[in-house]
C-alpha cells in the first residue's frame, strides 16, 4: 500500500459525458501528479500540482482539468469523453524533489 | 518521440539467476532515474532511484547502473525470485527547478522469474 488513493477504482460512462476522478495524497506529499496509461502509449505525464499551484503540464488535452485543493487532495476532470479516453489514470505524489513519486491504484475508464 | 526506451518487451530467467533490465534515454538533461515495478491491476511500484551524479546506486537484490556517456541505465536483481515476475518501468526527470519533477516513462519489460 503506496498510501496514496484513488477514487472510484473503476467507472463506465458514455461519450460525450463528464467524469471527476480523486486522488488524496500520502500524508504529507504536497506533491500530485497525474499519469494517463493507454495500451499504446504507456504512462504518459499530464499534469502536476505543489500545494495548490499547478507546476507543469504535459500531454493533456484541453477537454481534461485538474485542481489540488487546500487539504492537499487532487481532482481530474475529463469532459467531452471520447472513445480513446478510456484508460487507466494514475495518481502519484511525493514529499520532495528528487525523492520517488508514490503511486495510487489508479482509476480504469471505459468510455461506450 | 520517446525520450526513454525499453527496448525488450519480455525477459525470463531461471529462479535464482540474475535479471538485467535495459533502458536508454536521448534527453540529456534527464538528472535523475527511478525503477517502478508494476503489478496487474495495481500501480506502479517505486523501486529504486539513481541520480546523475553517481554511477550505482544498491539497494537489497536491486542494483541499478548509470552510463551516462552511454545514456544508458540497467537494473539488475540478484539473486532474482518468482514475485519480482512482473512489468518494470524505467523513468527519468529533469531537476528544473521549483518542485517539478515530471517522469517520462519507458514502455516497460515484462520480467517472468521461472521457478
Known amino acids: 500500500d503506496s498510501g496514496v488513493t484513488q477514487t472510484p477504482k473503476h467507472l463506465i460512462t458514455a461519450t460525450g459525458q463528464r467524469v471527476t476522478l480523486r486522488c488524496s495524497p500520502r500524508?504529507?506529499?504536497?506533491?500530485v501528479y497525474w499519469y494517463q496509461q493507454s495500451l499504446d502509449q504507456g504512462l504518459q505525464f499530464l499534469i502536476h500540482y505543489y500545494n495548490g499551484e499547478e507546476r507543469a503540464k504535459g500531454n493533456i488535452l484541453e477537454r481534461f482539468s485538474a485542481q489540488q485543493f487546500p487539504d492537499l487532495h487532487s481532482e481530474l476532470n475529463l469532459s467531452s469523453l471520447e472513445l480513446g479516453d478510456s484508460a487507466l489514470y494514475f495518481c502519484?505524489?511525493?514529499?520532495?524533489?528528487?525523492?520517488?513519486?508514490?503511486f495510487g491504484p489508479g482509476t480504469r475508464l471505459l468510455v461506450l | 518521440d520517446q525520450q526513454v526506451k525499453q527496448n525488450s518487451p519480455s525477459l525470463s530467467v531461471q529462479e535464482g539467476r540474475i535479471s538485467i533490465l535495459n533502458c536508454d534515454y536521448t534527453?540529456?538533461?534527464?538528472?535523475?532515474f527511478l525503477w517502478y515495478k508494476k503489478y496487474p491491476a495495481e500501480g506502479p511500484t517505486f523501486l529504486i532511484s539513481i541520480s546523475s551524479i553517481k554511477d550505482k546506486n544498491e539497494d537489497g537484490r536491486f542494483t541499478v547502473f548509470l552510463n551516462k556517456s552511454a545514456k544508458h541505465l540497467s537494473l539488475h536483481i540478484v539473486p532474482s525470485q518468482p514475485g519480482d515476475s512482473a512489468v518494470y518501468f524505467c523513468?527519468?526527470?529533469?531537476?528544473?527547478?521549483?518542485?517539478?519533477?515530471?517522469?517520462?516513462f519507458g514502455k516497460g519489460t515484462l520480467l517472468t522469474v521461472n521457478p
Open positions: 502519484a505524489s511525493s514529499v520532495a524533489p528528487g525523492s520517488g513519486q508514490y
Open positions: 534527453n540529456s538533461m534527464f538528472d535523475y
Open positions: 500524508s504529507g506529499d504536497l506533491s
Open positions: 523513468a527519468a526527470s529533469v531537476n528544473s527547478g521549483g518542485s517539478n519533477y515530471k517522469l517520462t
